[in-house]
């Protein structure tokens, strides 16, 4: 069964989360932002072995760490979807521009795109490609224990910005509406930064993709 901590990362309380199987207590963590001492304390204190690194998207707040995290700990990354590989470029840029530590660019082991499947031990998550907040976006979906980490797509209450390059307001609609939710609406979603939510709260109340929208 997979289970999951999530640590808020980087002055943006980017929401990394370290998901492990509770059978091998192998661990990926999705999106190390920054913050890796702690990321690897709180996985010391899980008792679990980080073997990859997941990413939804390549925005500073979420792969600023991802280079040095690889290297440190020698890890596949895995994802996110190529449409993201001048967000990837552009990391040393992006750091200066947040004031971020300096962060560099990184080759992924593996680009995912939509149907992917992703495994850690012996739990296996769906790979969604939902662009609109970027065009590499991706989620991961496990139907097993109805979650999915959503990066900066959906929030309680809320939807991801479009107005960054290449950002596109159409389609993160139509990937919240088209790939969220038929996972369901007892799905709880765990987003990039804020509180989980779930589908059903969000389909029903969002005031931009919601049914009032």
């Known amino acids: 069964m997979l289970e999951y901590r999530t640590v808020p990362v980087t002055p943006f309380a980017q929401n990394c989360s370290i998901v492990w199987c509770d059978e091998t207590m192998d661990a990926a963590v999705i999106d190390p932002g920054g913050e890796l001492d702690h990321l690897e304390e709180v996985a010391r204190e899980l008792g679990v072995t980080i073997k990859a690194i997941w990413l939804t ?9 991802t280079a040095e995290l690889a290297r440190r700990l020698s890890l596949p990354i895995i994802g996110p979807h190529p449409g993201d590989q001048f967000w990837i470029d552009g990391l040393a840029e992006q750091s200066q521009r947040f004031g971020f530590p300096p962060s560099e660019p990184f080759t992924p082991t593996q680009w995912l795109k939509d149907g992917d499947t992703v495994k850690i031990g012996n739990a ?3 790979v969604r490609h939902c662009p609109g907040h970027t065009p590499g976006h991706v989620v991961f979906h496990s139907p097993d224990i109805k979650r999915a980490f959503v990066g900066d797509v959906l929030f309680a209450g809320s939807i991801g910005r479009t107005d960054f390059p290449q950002g596109n307001h159409q389609q993160l609609l139509d990937s919240i509406r088209e790939r969220l939710w038929p996972m369901g609406d007892d799905t709880v979603f765990i987003p990039g930064h804020g509180p989980e939510s779930t589908f059903g709260e969000e389909r029903r109340f969002n005031p931009y993709v919601g049914e009032g929208a």
């Open 57 to 65: 998207h390549a925005h500073i707040d979420h792969a600023g760490g």
């Open 124 to 126: 296996t998550l769906n």
